[in-house]
C-alpha cells in the first residue's frame, strides 16, 4: 500500500530548528514531485516547499523563504525539510504530498510548535 510518513516534529523555541522527514513507499518516488504544506489552526491548507522528481528544482513560500530547504534522496525514498530560524507563526501540522498527472497522495502530518 502507498504510505507516507512524516516524523521529526516537536516542540521548539524561537530562533530553533527542526529537520522534517518523510519515508514513502508503495509507489515510485523517484518519478514524484514531491512537496510540504502546513495548516495552522483555523487556516486553510498551504504549500511550503516543492521539489521536483530528481531534485533539480525547489520552489518556497515567500514567508520560509531563506529559513527552510526541502530535499529529497530518491535511494532512500524519503523527503526532507530543513527548518531554520523558527518563528511561532510557522506553528502548524505539517503534511508530506507527493504528486504526479491526475492524482496525488498525503501523509498523517507532523505537529511543529514553536514557543518559548
Known amino acids: 500500500q502507498v504510505q507516507l510518513v512524516e516524523s521529526g516534529g516537536g516542540l521548539v523555541q524561537p530562533g530553533g530548528s527542526l529537520r522534517l522527514s518523510c519515508a514513502a513507499s508503495?509507489?515510485?518516488?523517484?518519478?514524484?514531485?514531491m512537496s510540504w504544506y502546513r495548516q495552522a489552526p483555523g487556516k486553510d491548507r498551504e504549500l511550503v516547499a516543492a521539489i521536483t522528481s530528481a531534485g533539480g528544482s525547489t520552489n518556497y513560500a515567500d514567508s520560509v523563504k531563506g529559513r527552510f530547504t526541502i530535499s529529497r534522496d530518491n535511494a532512500k525514498n524519503t523527503v526532507y525539510l530543513q527548518m531554520n530560524s523558527l518563528k511561532p507563526e510557522d506553528t502548524a501540522v505539517y503534511y508530506c504530498n507527493a504528486a504526479r498527472s491526475y492524482y496525488d497522495y498525503w501523509g498523517q502530518g507532523t505537529q511543529v510548535t514553536v514557543s518559548s
Open positions: 508503495g509507489f515510485t518516488f523517484s518519478t514524484h514531485l
